[in-house]
């Protein structure tokens, strides 16, 4: 079992930024494939980014290209979603989660172990 916690999330205005964290206590997953899942109420949770493993490939999903960058800190077993030039329509709980699947994937069925989950709310 990994445990995720997710932290950073927040209230900021539109056009403002935010950087999450994602962090493993106590274990390792410098092996593994790292995404970024959102859930606004009312809605399936749907794929924001990942990662490889070694932190040289990611993904996006088309509403968040050019305004999100999903980074990878190995020696601080850490995984960072950066977002800036936030929209009123990125207001959700962010979800980090783990993938031991092979290759870069945006289905949440091929990830194995997800955070708690961070708040963020962007105001207009």
């Known amino acids: 079992q990994v445990q995720l916690v997710e932290s950073g999330g927040g209230l900021v205005q539109a056009g403002g930024s935010l950087r999450l964290s994602c962090a493993a206590p106590?274990?390792?997953?410098?092996?593994?494939?790292m995404g970024w899942f959102r859930q606004a109420p009312g809605k399936e949770r749907e794929f924001v980014g990942a990662?490889?493993?070694?932190?040289?490939?990611?993904m996006y999903a088309d509403s968040v290209k050019g305004r999100f960058t999903i980074s990878r800190d190995s020696a601080k077993n850490t995984v960072y979603l950066q977002m800036n030039n936030l929209k009123p329509e990125d207001t959700a709980v962010y979800y980090c989660?783990?993938?031991?699947?092979?290759?870069?994937?945006?289905?949440?069925?091929?990830?194995?172990?997800w955070g708690q989950g961070t708040q963020v709310t962007v105001s207009s």
């Open positions: 106590g274990r390792t997953f410098s092996s593994y494939k």
């Open positions: 990662i490889s493993w070694s932190g040289n490939s990611t």
């Open positions: 989660a783990v993938s031991r699947g092979i290759g870069l994937s945006s289905s949440k069925g091929l990830y194995n172990y």
